[in-house]
């Protein structure tokens, strides 16, 4: 309902008018309960088994930080939908723990937070598994098969997902920065911006956090200095070499480590593979590793993606009548 507001009126019926918008393609999409059901289960699944993993070895695993600090950057994602001028189905579950913020899309979807725990991890592993592989065949550097696959993989890998999400009327980009496909439904895929900066974050950080599984500390936790508290492992066999002669007490010690293998526990099979010791207590010292990636990953997603995508749109004067 409009109320007469003297000398206000016609703002007050434009802020109404803009909450009822929806992008015609976005009103009644197929496949929603897949993203309110299905997604979520899923994702769930997901974060009680990286729980419990850790909760089984004692230590933070790669998976869980790279889970756990996916989901911490899911409250910007909403401010850069403002800035690429992102609209989600209305017809998707919401939730409005990010009301408060000044600048955001209008829907924030329920399933996003979940999609987020699977999607940045699972977008990392591909990713270094083709760099691996280009690695050992081309005999290059992990950093320079990364940036080689960074176009290619990232643009395929986004226009699949986007092109998909936007043809199907899930989200749409409108009326978007730059270059835009418009398929027969109406939706709106942006084709260079944004999805030309996709190809910097996920590599960037995917590359940092590095291939699981990890032996020694990863650029995440160089960067803050967490070497200062580990110092090098020596070798299982020098140890033996160190402890016993020449008379025959190698094979001995060997046959009781061969044995106590059998029956190490998980965390210290982890420790074992790790090719350095920590200096202070362990508790602190993983502590300290999730507040590193935490670091990371916050300012990084910020730089990287949200300040360029809200910086453009504000220099350019953009304006969305669906994401105004």
Same mark, same amino acid.
């Given at each position: 309902?409009?109320?007469?507001?003297?000398?206000?009126?016609?703002?007050?019926?434009?802020?109404?008018?803009?909450?009822?918008?929806?992008?015609?393609?976005?009103?009644?999409?197929?496949?929603?309960?897949?993203? *309110?059901?299905?997604?979520?289960?899923?994702?769930?699944?997901?974060?009680?088994?990286?729980?419990?993993?850790?909760?089984?070895?004692?230590?933070?695993?790669?998976?869980?930080?790279?889970?756990? *600090?996916?989901?911490?950057?899911?409250?910007?994602?909403?401010?850069?939908?403002?800035?690429?001028?992102?609209?989600?189905?209305?017809?998707?579950?919401?939730?409005?723990?990010?009301?408060?913020?000044?600048?955001?899309?209008? *829907?924030?979807?329920?399933?996003?937070?979940?999609?987020?725990?699977?999607?940045?991890?699972?977008?990392?592993?591909?990713?270094?598994?083709?760099?691996?592989?280009?690695?050992?065949?081309?005999?290059?550097?992990?950093?320079?098969?990364?940036?080689?696959?960074?176009?290619?993989?990232?643009?395929?890998?986004?226009?699949?997902?986007?092109?998909?999400?936007?043809?199907?009327?899930?989200?749409?980009?409108?009326?978007?920065?730059?270059?835009?496909?418009?398929?027969?439904?109406?939706?709106?895929?942006?084709?260079?911006?944004?999805?030309?900066?996709?190809?910097?974050?996920?590599?960037?950080?995917?590359?940092?956090?590095?291939?699981?599984?990890?032996?020694?500390? *990863?650029?995440?936790?160089?960067?803050?200095?967490?070497?200062?508290?580990?110092?090098?492992?020596?070798?299982?066999?020098?140890?033996?070499?160190?402890?016993?002669?020449?008379?025959?007490?190698?094979?001995?010690?060997?046959?009781?480590?061969?044995?106590?293998?059998?029956?190490?526990?998980?965390?210290?099979?982890?420790?074992?593979?790790?090719?350095?010791?920590?200096?202070?207590?362990?508790?602190?010292?993983?502590?300290?590793?999730?507040?590193?990636?935490?670091?990371?990953?916050?300012?990084?997603?910020?730089?990287?993606?949200?300040?360029?995508?809200?910086?453009?749109?504000?220099?350019?004067?953009?304006?969305?009548?669906?994401?105004?």
């Amino acid at each position: 309902m409009l109320h007469y507001i003297p000398g206000r009126h016609v703002e007050v019926f434009i802020v109404l008018l803009a909450q009822d918008l929806v992008p015609p393609a976005t009103a009644d999409p197929a496949g929603v309960w897949f993203f *309110n059901w299905v997604i979520p289960i899923a994702g769930s699944v997901f974060i009680v088994l990286a729980v419990a993993d850790v909760i089984r070895r004692r230590r933070l695993t790669w998976g869980f930080l790279f889970l756990f *600090n996916s989901m911490a950057v899911y409250w910007m994602e909403t401010i850069g939908d403002w800035g690429q001028m992102l609209f989600y189905s209305p017809a998707f579950a919401q939730h409005h723990m990010l009301d408060w913020l000044p600048l955001k899309t209008p *829907n924030d979807p329920l399933f996003m937070p979940f999609a987020y725990a699977v999607y940045w991890g699972a977008h990392a592993l591909l990713v270094l598994w083709l760099s691996q592989w280009l690695s050992s065949r081309m005999g290059w550097s992990m950093l320079k098969s990364m940036l080689v696959l960074a176009i290619p993989v990232n643009y395929v890998w986004d226009f699949f997902v986007e092109g998909l999400a936007t043809a199907m009327g899930w989200w749409t980009y409108n009326p978007g920065i730059g270059p835009v496909l418009e398929w027969d439904s109406g939706g709106r895929i942006t084709l260079l911006w944004t999805i030309g900066l996709m190809c910097t974050w996920p590599n960037l950080i995917a590359y940092w956090a590095g291939k699981p599984p990890i032996r020694g500390l *990863n650029h995440l936790e160089r960067f803050v200095g967490l070497q200062r508290f580990t110092r090098p492992k020596v070798p299982a066999d020098q140890l033996v070499s160190a402890t016993t002669g020449t008379d025959g007490g190698v094979g001995i010690a060997v046959g009781a480590t061969g044995a106590r293998k059998t029956a190490r526990t998980k965390t210290q099979e982890f420790d074992d593979y790790l090719n350095y010791e920590v200096t202070i207590p362990r508790w602190r010292f993983e502590l300290m590793r999730l507040g590193a990636w935490f670091l990371g990953f916050q300012v990084t997603f910020f730089v990287f993606l949200v300040l360029p995508l809200v910086a453009l749109r504000t220099v350019l004067g953009a304006d969305s009548p669906y994401v105004p």
